[in-house]
């Protein structure tokens, strides 16, 4: 599986970004999908995952309620939905599959794309 995240860019504090991550190949039903970011000179962070059908969801708490998760397995698309932006939210986020209907482990990555908060 081949990712490729979008939707990055620069927004002011509680604006709100829709981030995607396209899926290339047949498969992208199997797989569970998840958003990580890294801010600059911080580890790599767990935002959120949902499983293959969409029907479980998990979330940071530094996003929860802030933030959802979705996709769309017809268009071989994830989301994340981004809401009420904090300056601290600025990273490069970066999307993950994950093989099998719940989110164990990132077997794929995709490049990552800038988020930046402005205050």
């Known amino acids: 599986v081949q990712l490729q995240a979008s939707g990055g860019g620069l927004v002011q504090t509680g604006g709100s970004l829709r981030l995607s991550c396209a899926a290339s190949?047949?498969?992208?039903?199997?797989?569970?999908m998840g958003w990580f970011r890294q801010a600059p000179g911080k580890e790599h962070e767990f935002i959120a995952a949902?499983?293959?059908?969409?029907?479980?969801?998990y979330y940071a708490s530094s996003v929860k309620g802030r933030f959802t998760i979705s996709r769309d397995n017809a268009k071989n698309t994830a989301y994340l939905q981004m809401n009420s932006l904090k300056p601290e939210d600025t990273a490069v986020y970066y999307c993950?599959?994950?093989?099998?209907?719940?989110?164990?482990?990132?077997?794929?990555w995709g490049q990552g794309t800038l988020v930046t908060v402005s205050s």
């Open positions: 949902i499983s293959d059908i969409g029907s479980t969801t």
């Open positions: 993950a599959a994950s093989y099998g209907s719940r989110w164990l482990k990132a077997d794929y």
């Open positions: 190949g047949r498969t992208f039903s199997s797989y569970a």
